[in-house]
C-alpha cells in the first residue's frame, strides 16, 4: 500500500510525521514524503528540515493521501499544480487525508465541498468560506475522507485509518507500539477549554 505524504516549506512537523509514526507500521506499507520538487522542505519557524524523496508526479495514484497542514498551506492551496495532484489522485484512492491546515488544500480542490470535515480551530472559517461544512471534532470521516483536526490528533486520525485498513486489532498494537497514551498536564487543548487569555495568547503564536 502506497501512503503519500505531500510535504512543503512552512508545514508543521507532527501533522507528517505523528500519522507517519502510525501508518508505517502498517502491514506492506509503503510512506512517501513527497513535493512539487524533491528536497528539504523546512518548519514554518525554519528550525526543522523535513526531506521529500520524490515528486508528486513520480506517484499519481497511492492508495492513502494524507495531506499535512502549516503556515505553508497558506501557499499551497493557491498552487494549482498540488490541487491539480490532489484532484487526480483523489480520484483513485481508497482513503484520502488531511491534518490540521490540510483540509484547506483538500477542500481548496474541490474534494470538501457540501462534506463534514474539521482543521485546526482557529481556521474553521475559512474552511466552511471553501465550501466544507465545519465541525468541532478530532476526527471527521466522510466516506473515504478522513479530516482531523490541529497538529495532534493526526495521530488519532492515523490509528482510524489504521483500524479500517488492517482491523481495529492492529491499530490498537500500532497505538501500544507508539505508547500513545496521552495525559496531558493541562485542559485547554481546545477552545472549549482553555481561558480566554490562553486563547489569545495562542492566536498570537504560532
Not at 515528486?55 to 497511492?62: R, Y
Not at 493521501?65 to 490532489?86: K, Q, R, Y
Not at 488531511?98 to 474553521?124: F, N
Not at 498494537?173 to 486563547?199: C, H, M, N, W
Amino acid at each position: 500500500m502506497d501512503i503519500a505524504i505531500p510535504i512543503f516549506d512552512g508545514i508543521t512537523a507532527l501533522d507528517a510525521i505523528g500519522p507517519y509514526e502510525v501508518l508505517a507500521r502498517l502491514p506492506e506499507a509503503r510512506v512517501h514524503f513527497l513535493a512539487l520538487e524533491p528536497g528539504a522542505k523546512r518548519t514554518g519557524n525554519r528550525m526543522l528540515a523535513l526531506t521529500a524523496d520524490g515528486a508528486l508526479s513520480d506517484l499519481p495514484h497511492p492508495e492513502v493521501i494524507v495531506f499535512p497542514g502549516g503556515h505553508g498551506t497558506d501557499t499551497v492551496m493557491h498552487e494549482e499544480a498540488v490541487l491539480a495532484w490532489v484532484r487526480a489522485a483523489h480520484e483513485s484512492s481508497q482513503w484520502t487525508t488531511s491534518v490540521c491546515t490540510g483540509s484547506l488544500v483538500l477542500a481548496a480542490a474541490g474534494i470538501l465541498d457540501g462534506l463534514e470535515a474539521t482543521t485546526h480551530c482557529m481556521y474553521m472559517d475559512q474552511l466552511a468560506e471553501l465550501g466544507a461544512t465545519p465541525v468541532s471534532r478530532r476526527v471527521v470521516e466522510q466516506g473515504k475522507v478522513i479530516t482531523a483536526a490541529g497538529v495532534s490528533s493526526g495521530i488519532d486520525m492515523a490509528l482510524t485509518l489504521a483500524a479500517h485498513i488492517a482491523g481495529e486489532d492492529v491499530a490498537q498494537a500500532i497505538q501500544l507500539r507508539i505508547e500513545y497514551d496521552p495525559e496531558p498536564p493541562f485542559d485547554s487543548g481546545s477552545t472549549d477549554k482553555a481561558s480566554p487569555e490562553v486563547i489569545e495568547l495562542a492566536r498570537t503564536r504560532s
